[in-house]
């Protein structure tokens, strides 16, 4: 089994519209170390427009603490937890001073989600902003987006070489399975998350896409994407994954 870490989850309780209760996330969180995830982005949605970051940065970490004492009670192990964020683009976002505290851990890696609405010239510079600014964007579900996109839009974000996440459960698609596996070999695609909002609401599915991905032979890919997902874990957290470990068992 690769060790590959789920960079995009809505574990945390009662703070978006991910996991309701500090129990649900628990129950999902071991059913992840079952399925042999160990090391998990906690990354609730970010807003701009609904309030600012130290409220959004109070509420992760009152969500976290509560998690943590559920945890405690626990004897089970569960994957490594450090937060970060699903922010959500907004115009401007490049210059906005507090971003960098939306990151995962204390990486520069933030885990963007572009709009759902046709891109602009705006979103494309706000993108090369970012990376000149020197955040990696993660672009969040990347198979997402398709569809309204206008495809020299698409070509000229993919210009900044941001990195470009996919969920799990699109890999599993009975029908979208095999071109998203298609995409993965073509290196189109440099990181694998859950996008996890509950037990049965989007549920936990990275470990099946794994099991599913090593039975169809696709190691090269799994080690690459296990590479570099490890080591944005270990950065997230300032070199040292038992930081992370620790802030929740
Ligand atoms: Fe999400």
């Excluded at 922010?87 to 989600?113: H, M, N, P, T, W």
Aim: proline share 5%; with cysteine; charged share 25%.
């Amino acid at each position: 089994m690769y060790d590959i870490c789920d960079m995009h989850s809505h574990i945390l309780p009662g703070i978006d519209d991910g996991c309701r209760t500090p129990q649900e996330s628990v129950a999902v969180l071991k059913k992840m170390r079952n399925d042999g995830v160990t090391k998990i982005f906690a990354t609730p949605h970010f807003y701009h427009s609904r309030g600012p970051v130290e409220e959004f940065l109070a509420c992760r970490q009152a969500s976290e603490e509560v998690l943590r004492a559920a945890l405690a009670e626990e004897s089970q192990p569960v994957p490594a937890i450090c937060c970060g964020a699903e922010v959500a683009y907004f115009s401007g976002i490049a210059d906005f001073e507090e971003l960098s505290q939306l990151c995962l851990g204390k990486s520069r890696f933030l885990l963007l989600e572009l709009p759902f609405t046709p891109w602009s010239g705006q979103v494309v510079r706000d993108v090369g902003n970012l990376c000149l600014q020197g955040f990696v964007p993660i672009l969040a579900h990347f198979e997402r987006y398709g569809g309204v996109q206008d495809r020299t839009m698409v070509r000229k974000i993919l210009e900044f070489e941001p990195l470009v996440q996919m969920n799990a459960g699109r890999l599993l698609d009975v029908w979208k399975g095999r071109g998203a596996r298609s995409a993965l070999k073509r290196d189109a695609v440099h990181l694998l998350g859950s996008d996890c909002h509950g037990l049965d609401r989007r549920p936990p599915q990275l470990g099946q896409a794994i099991a599913l991905l090593e039975k169809k032979k696709m190691n090269t890919e799994l080690a690459r994407i296990e590479a570099l997902s490890n080591e944005i874990f270990r950065e997230a957290c300032g070199g040292e994954d038992e930081n992370c470990r620790q802030r929740i068992d």
